[in-house]
């Protein structure tokens, strides 16, 4: 089982499968390589042809060319694209691969959009379904096995005959009681891991842009991988099917490239899925600019507190660590942060501020006025931006600077998982032998995949830690538990207390880790929420050239609780304050000390042993 995870995480090691490439053969086998960012993919694997490869009708564009719509045109092509989606996984002609199906919606797309009513529209989806093949009557038939299920597909909307009249609404109910057994062209699953592989989702990266065509067609196609294959669907907080209706709109009559990809990035942060963001546009996100400021911005107290100043700092820089930054050329931070909040994918309001902080000093080259707040006096200083370096996959770290291992004391254990090395696992546990704590700190991304290798050391029995849900290909949107995944003791154990430290930082695969360590007897977490975005990551394209992600498989707890979005909650929770900040103490780590050895000993010395 150790295996299976060492492609699950996003920023590790990712599936390598073809983007911008016409289709690629079900025969091949996909590979994998160790990446730090999602958008480098490769394939080396021979192709079959498909339609993908001979239908180039719409190669050069869609020819749909919008300056409006309609409160009835954006109705009517809710209802396509709920359609195109719910066919694209249902109708044998296209889940065998006979279909070009993006380009089968710029057929019937014209009609839709000229259909006065929502009987005219409906009435051309009828008549563009019923010129594919029909649909035989199944023998035998998939059903739904409920004895292990999560949540089903939510499918009821094709019953509804008021919205879709009699014979569309007989037609998709016909499609989807016939199902039979067998794979589908645009989805697959990954082998020993359950997650999905979107096999022969285009990226168009010659498409000249704007498009409104090309546009919707990146709308529904993210829209329905979530509604579809997202193993969070229901928790994801909003109602998914008005979130359609409402950027219909907004993403078919963006009027450049940049708009397109900044709606894009408002419509995906819906989803509320922190592996879900268009990690190739992240440059157009608000506030945009190829400069920064030369510190670190971090939220502690509801306040952007600079924590850090960076390499490139001058040495007469008018910013200190400790300052609470409150205005950025003269407007209001509260008030900027209001208008940025709806770009930005996170799972959590944790993830969302860390991700703002990283960000918010952003803007144009040269000279800034920054309003500060220090030491009860509020002033404004006048700081030179720096060309960025911003690392849009790392989601930060606060853990001690210095070797990934070390004695803090005689007494306590310090280990980090930013540097951590899986062939030193063992390594680590025995140089912990006889201190009274070991402090796992995870206030980082893991450098290595350590569970096991390490969880391994802190259980003393068979001990469970987590369980998933996968998607079903023959029951799209269905989602089942699979049996829960344990930890093996080996040797040699750890006996001491075992206390892991999380935050905002910690996401993904640092938060499964923290999951498994917490399952050893007597384990403590200490600090505060992490991002709340657990699981692997399945990524695809979208027109344009664009690259995003979903979760590909669900992350629980044995007992089914769930993660996302409320990420790995602490026992005990300390929070970074302002004064802490500035005086350069990290208090989540002193109560990690405080925990281990008690309140004998002094906070001086506490204090003492928290610092690098």
């Known amino acids: 089982m150790k295996s299976i995870f060492r492609i699950a995480f996003f920023g590790v090691v990712i599936l390598v499968i073809a983007y911008g490439t016409r289709a690629q053969s079900k025969a091949c086998e996909l590979t994998t390589r160790d990446v730090t960012v999602p958008n480098v993919f490769t394939s080396t694997c021979e192709r079959t042809q498909t339609p993908l490869d001979l239908d180039h009708q719409f190669d050069s564009g869609s020819g749909v060319v919008l300056k409006q719509l309609t409160t009835v045109q954006i109705g009517n092509l809710a209802t396509l694209g709920r359609v195109w989606g719910f066919l694209k996984y249902h109708h044998p002609q296209v889940t065998s691969g006979h279909l070009h199906w993006d380009y089968e919606l710029f057929r019937v797309l014209p009609a839709i959009l000229e259909a006065p009513d929502r009987e005219a529209a409906n009435g051309a989806l009828l008549h563009w379904i019923t010129k594919l093949s029909d649909v035989a009557l199944c023998n035998p038939c998939v059903e739904l096995d409920e004895r292990d299920l999560d949540f089903g597909p939510d499918v009821d909307w094709i019953a509804d005959e008021v919205s879709l009249g009699r014979e569309l609404s007989q037609r998709l109910r016909s499609i989807r009681n016939n199902r039979v057994p067998g794979g589908q062209f645009y989805v697959s699953k990954v082998t020993n891991i359950g997650n999905p592989s979107f096999d022969h989702e285009l990226g168009y990266e010659k498409l000249k842009l704007p498009d409104a065509g090309f546009q919707l067609l990146s709308l529904y196609r993210f829209w329905n991988i979530i509604e579809y294959w997202s193993p969070y669907r229901d928790v994801m907080g909003v109602d998914w099917n008005n979130i359609l209706t409402q950027f219909i709109p907004r993403v078919a009559l963006a009027g450049s490239a940049e708009a397109y990809q900044r709606e894009l990035l408002a419509f995906i942060a819906n989803a509320h899925d922190g592996h879900a963001n268009l990690w190739t546009s992240l440059a157009v996100r608000p506030p945009v600019g190829k400069c920064q400021l030369p510190v670190e911005v971090r939220f502690a107290e509801n306040l952007p507190v600079i924590s850090g100043l960076s390499a490139a700092a001058p040495n007469d820089l008018a910013l200190k660590i400790g300052d609470v930054i409150t205005e950025l050329d003269g407007a209001p931070l509260g008030k900027l942060i209001e208008n940025w909040r709806p770009y930005y994918a996170t799972s959590n309001d944790a993830a969302l501020m860390r991700d703002i902080g990283h960000y918010m000093t952003r803007g144009d080259c040269g000279e800034a006025i920054i309003g500060i707040h220090r030491e009860n006096r509020d002033f404004k200083v006048t700081v030179k931006r720096v060309t960025a370096s911003i690392n849009d996959y790392n989601p930060g770290k606060h853990d001690l600077p210095g070797p990934a291992f070390r004695l803090v004391s005689k007494e306590v254990a310090y280990l980090k998982l930013s540097s951590v090395k899986e062939a030193e696992c063992t390594h680590y546990i025995e140089e912990a032998a006889g201190t009274k704590g070991l402090i796992i700190d995870i206030r980082n991304y893991p450098s290595e995949f350590v569970v096991f290798a390490l969880g391994s050391h802190l259980v003393e029995k068979e001990t469970e830690f987590v369980r998933f849900t996968e998607g079903d290909l023959a029951n799209p949107g269905a989602f089942h538990w699979t049996k829960p995944l344990s930890l093996s003791p080996d040797r040699p154990p750890y006996a001491g207390k075992i206390v892991i430290l999380v935050d905002e930082s910690s996401m993904s695969q640092a938060e499964y880790t923290s999951m498994a360590f917490r399952s050893a007897h007597g384990a403590m977490v200490i600090g505060s929420t992490t991002s709340g975005a657990d699981g692997n990551v399945s990524p695809f394209a ?71």
């Open 542 to 612: 979208l027109p344009g050239g664009l690259h995003t992600m979903i979760s590909g498989i669900g992350l629980f707890y044995p007992d089914k609780t769930a993660t996302q979005r409320i990420g790995i909650k602490p026992s005990i929770e300390v929070r970074p304050t302002v004064a802490g900040i500035r005086a350069g103490r990290d208090e989540v780590l002193e109560e990690a000390l405080r925990q281990i050895l008690g309140r004998r000993v002094p906070a001086s010395e506490i204090e003492k042993m928290a610092r690098p």
